[in-house]
């Protein structure tokens, strides 16, 4: 290819376009309070935070891998009637405002909910209010990262190598762990970064389902929107950590977010 | 440890019947041109699709009767080689001829050293730790054949196995699998070259649009081709007319008399090996019943042989000896004396 010279007006408005977000970056990283950095991040409520949003990230992320992949299986490889509609279905979370993934949850697994009710009286199992609770609403929020990704990764790879692992004498299973499961895995370890980091940034499905109650429920987003009022430099500073890790995260998947799909595949 | 295939496959608007039965032992060639359906019969047998009516069974087992009975791929105990080679790229040459083996619960151990022997009967014992993407086609290939044998299948499929090679390294594959030790295999070879067919297979199934066309050893086909893919296959021209009272004539006008006198008249197809074509500077004298004057339209040379298209019949093609040929001391766009004896001329009913 050779380079060629863009229209003004095109990257006039490109540029416009980038400070859209270059400029909030900038202030953020301009007005922060650099000197208080190590005091503020090690400070008691920050750390708990900061260690409560680790734990159900992972735990979340976790979750997504076990239930997202197959999801993502069965949407690429099975002929299911309303395939489609379940996929709308499954990654409706990703467009939807949290505060109503938040409201949808209360309903179906608050103590009067759908299956809440039903949770609550024959385990005692509560999931408004707690850490598990949180899990939950990151892995309505996150997982269709995953799922997407791995979906498109599936789709592109040739039917005829699981074929042949077939013929070969591997039951589905087997070959959906030694064959799909090899071949996609770079689209796994991407979908599973971004889910992550979906999950780390969880803010309205959290505090709508789950509050925030400090050491329990209290995210690094909530206490970073909490903080706003009572202590902006703590919310200025954790506002940076979450920037810090989301850019990294991208910036680290740049080759293989796009290229994932591909490199999975290899015809 | 028979294959009976009777069956009846559906893939998108076409309908492939397939009746082909092997042997133990034996290796049938299906062939035919592309898009004939012979890929489809393949995967039917491995278990890959399911047969729309009909049957296949082995040593009298029912692998799938289109109904109710449908025994999947990994119970069926078929080995494929695919003409994509479709090695897994993830696992070493080594580890992919041991995928067989592993998935049918062998020890690690043990499966590798079993992988090791297939690998080194096809020749590529070296390749072992290489990964898919760092061998050439031809090694590919190779590893996937010891793949598909490495379970002892007792029918084995070769999906075009070739067709993916260039030259030298389809002839050097092709002798090396000839000449493997022969367990009581039911061999199917999916092929499109007369040279692998006559190499490795003892009998020849011809699928032309989803239908079987002729069947019979490659020696009966050349003897009597009943379609200008067969003629092609086998290097046979093939004329197309009518039959009245042993003389036959073509559909552009060109006249033979042939030999063929239990044929009833009708339209019929002539075959004449370009081998049986003598060429002559003047005019012959003596027996050859059928003389004519034709124009030569190309020449073709290889080191053993000369291939010489004429005008007329159009495109027949002429096989003659290099020293022949030079003896003719001719060029494109001469005019050369052609004969062939009327018993040299295969005739069947059309």
């Given at each position: 290819?050779?380079?060629?010279?863009?229209p003004?007006?095109?990257?006039?408005?490109?540029?416009?376009?980038?400070?859209?977000f270059?400029?909030p970056?900038?202030a953020?990283?301009?007005?922060?309070?650099?000197?208080?950095?190590?005091?503020?991040?090690?400070?008691?409520?920050?750390?708990?935070?900061?260690?409560?949003s680790?734990?159900?990230?992972?735990?979340a992320?976790?979750i997504?891998?076990?239930l997202?992949?197959?999801?993502a299986?069965?949407?690429?490889?099975?002929?299911?009637?309303g395939?489609?509609a379940l996929?709308?279905?499954?990654?409706l979370?990703?467009v939807?405002p949290?505060v109503?993934a938040?409201v949808?949850l209360f309903?179906?697994?608050?103590?009067?909910?759908?299956i809440?009710?039903?949770?609550?009286?024959?385990f005692?199992?509560t999931?408004?209010?707690?850490?598990p609770?949180?899990?939950?609403?990151?892995v309505f929020?996150?997982?269709?990262?995953?799922?997407l990704t791995?979906?498109?990764?599936?789709?592109?790879?040739?039917?005829?190598?699981?074929?042949?692992?077939?013929?070969l004498?591997?039951?589905?299973?087997?070959v959906?762990?030694?064959?799909?499961?090899?071949?996609?895995?770079?689209?796994?370890v991407?979908?599973?970064?971004?889910?992550?980091?979906?999950?780390?940034?969880?803010?309205?499905?959290?505090?709508?389902?789950?509050?925030?109650?400090?050491g329990t429920t209290?995210?690094?987003?909530?206490?970073?929107?909490?903080?706003?009022?009572?202590?902006?430099?703590?919310?200025i500073?954790?506002?940076?950590?979450l920037?810090?890790?989301s850019?990294?995260?991208?910036?680290a998947?740049?080759?293989?977010?796009?290229g994932?799909?591909?490199?999975g595949?290899?015809? | 440890?028979?294959?009976?295939?009777?069956?009846?496959?559906?893939?998108?608007?076409?309908?492939?019947?397939?009746d082909?039965?092997?042997?133990?032992g034996?290796?049938?060639a299906?062939?035919?041109?592309?898009?004939a359906?012979?890929?489809s019969v393949?995967?039917?047998?491995?278990g890959?699709?399911?047969?729309a009516a009909g049957?296949?069974?082995?040593?009298?087992d029912?692998?799938?009767?289109g109904?109710?009975?449908?025994?999947?791929?990994?119970?069926?105990?078929?080995?494929?080689?695919?003409?994509?080679?479709l090695?897994?790229?993830h696992l070493?040459?080594l580890?992919?001829?041991?995928?067989?083996?592993?998935?049918?619960g062998?020890?690690?151990?043990?499966?590798?050293?079993?992988?090791?022997t297939?690998?080194d009967?096809?020749g590529?014992?070296?390749l072992?730790e290489r990964?898919?993407?760092?061998?050439?086609?031809?090694?590919?290939?190779?590893v996937?054949?010891?793949?598909?044998?490495?379970?002892?299948?007792d029918?084995?499929?070769?999906?075009?196995?070739f067709?993916?090679?260039?030259?030298?390294?389809r002839?050097?594959?092709?002798r090396?699998?000839?000449?493997?030790?022969?367990?009581?295999?039911?061999?199917?070879?999916?092929?499109?070259?007369?040279?692998?067919?006559h190499a490795?297979?003892?009998?020849?199934?011809?699928?032309?649009?989803g239908?079987?066309?002729?069947r019979?050893?490659?020696?009966?086909?050349?003897?009597?081709?009943?379609?200008s893919?067969?003629?092609?296959l086998?290097?046979t021209?093939?004329?197309?007319g009518?039959?009245?009272?042993?003389?036959f004539?073509?559909d552009?006008?060109?006249?033979?008399?042939?030999?063929?006198?239990?044929i009833?008249?009708?339209?019929?197809l002539?075959?004449i090996?370009?081998a049986?074509?003598a060429?002559?500077?003047?005019?012959?004298?003596?027996?050859?019943?059928?003389?004519?004057?034709?124009?030569?339209?190309?020449?073709?040379?290889t080191p053993?042989?000369?291939?010489?298209?004429?005008?007329?019949p159009?495109?027949?093609?002429?096989?003659?000896?290099?020293?022949g040929?030079?003896a003719?001391?001719?060029?494109?766009?001469?005019?050369?004396?052609?004969?062939?004896?009327?018993?040299e001329?295969?005739?069947?009913?059309?």
């Amino acid at each position: 290819m050779t380079p060629r010279r863009a229209p003004t007006v095109v990257v006039t408005l490109a540029g416009l376009g980038s400070l859209v977000f270059v400029v909030p970056l900038v202030a953020l990283l301009w007005r922060s309070p650099w000197g208080s950095l190590t005091d503020v991040l090690t400070s008691g409520p920050v750390r708990t935070a900061l260690w409560l949003s680790l734990v159900t990230s992972l735990a979340a992320t976790a979750i997504a891998l076990v239930l997202g992949v197959p999801l993502a299986w069965v949407l690429a490889r099975t002929r299911l009637p309303g395939r489609s509609a379940l996929r709308a279905v499954c990654t409706l979370s990703m467009v939807l405002p949290p505060v109503v993934a938040g409201v949808a949850l209360f309903l179906a697994l608050g103590r009067r909910g759908v299956i809440g009710e039903w949770l609550d009286d024959w385990f005692g199992i509560t999931l408004p209010f707690t850490t598990p609770g949180v899990v939950v609403a990151q892995v309505f929020v996150a997982m269709p990262f995953l799922v997407l990704t791995v979906e498109a990764a599936i789709e592109q790879l040739d039917e005829r190598f699981e074929d042949a692992a077939r013929t070969l004498g591997g039951s589905e299973w087997y070959v959906f762990r030694r064959v799909t499961m090899p071949a996609v895995r770079p689209a796994v370890v991407a979908g599973a970064v971004l889910t992550w980091a979906r999950a780390l940034g969880e803010f309205g499905a959290t505090i709508t389902f789950a509050g925030s109650f400090p050491g329990t429920t209290r995210t690094v987003p909530i206490e970073t929107y909490l903080a706003l009022e009572t202590d902006p430099d703590r919310a200025i500073l954790l506002s940076l950590v979450l920037v810090v890790v989301s850019f990294t995260v991208l910036f680290a998947l740049r080759g293989r977010w796009v290229g994932a799909a591909l490199r999975g595949v290899r015809a | 440890m028979t294959l009976v295939v009777d069956a009846r496959v559906v893939v998108g608007s076409m309908t492939i019947a397939i009746d082909v039965t092997v042997e133990p032992g034996e290796t049938v060639a299906l062939v035919g041109p592309n898009g004939a359906g012979k890929t489809s019969v393949v995967r039917a047998v491995a278990g890959l699709v399911r047969v729309a009516a009909g049957r296949i069974a082995h040593a009298g087992d029912t692998w799938d009767d289109g109904v109710t009975i449908f025994v999947p791929p990994d119970q069926r105990s078929v080995g494929v080689a695919f003409q994509q080679y479709l090695l897994f790229d993830h696992l070493s040459a080594l580890e992919n001829v041991a995928f067989g083996l592993r998935a049918r619960g062998q020890p690690h151990r043990r499966a590798l050293a079993a992988a090791r022997t297939w690998l080194d009967r096809l020749g590529v014992a070296e390749l072992a730790e290489r990964r898919p993407g760092e061998l050439s086609g031809g090694q590919q290939q190779r590893v996937a054949i010891a793949r598909a044998l490495a379970t002892e299948p007792d029918v084995l499929l070769l999906d075009e196995p070739f067709a993916a090679l260039d030259a030298s390294v389809r002839a050097a594959l092709r002798r090396d699998l000839a000449a493997l030790p022969t367990a009581p295999v039911a061999r199917l070879l999916v092929a499109h070259d007369a040279a692998d067919v006559h190499a490795l297979a003892d009998r020849v199934v011809v699928l032309e649009a989803g239908r079987v066309t002729q069947r019979g050893t490659l020696a009966d086909l050349a003897g009597a081709p009943r379609s200008s893919y067969v003629a092609d296959l086998i290097g046979t021209n093939l004329l197309r007319g009518t039959l009245v009272n042993g003389s036959f004539r073509s559909d552009d006008g060109f006249e033979l008399t042939v030999g063929a006198h239990e044929i009833p008249d009708g339209g019929v197809l002539a075959g004449i090996r370009p081998a049986a074509v003598a060429l002559h500077r003047e005019r012959p004298e003596g027996s050859p019943r059928n003389v004519w004057r034709a124009a030569i339209d190309g020449v073709d040379v290889t080191p053993d042989r000369v291939r010489v298209r004429l005008a007329v019949p159009e495109g027949l093609a002429v096989e003659v000896t290099p020293a022949g040929f030079a003896a003719l001391s001719v060029a494109p766009g001469d005019a050369v004396w052609a004969s062939v004896k009327a018993s040299e001329i295969s005739v069947v009913p059309d």
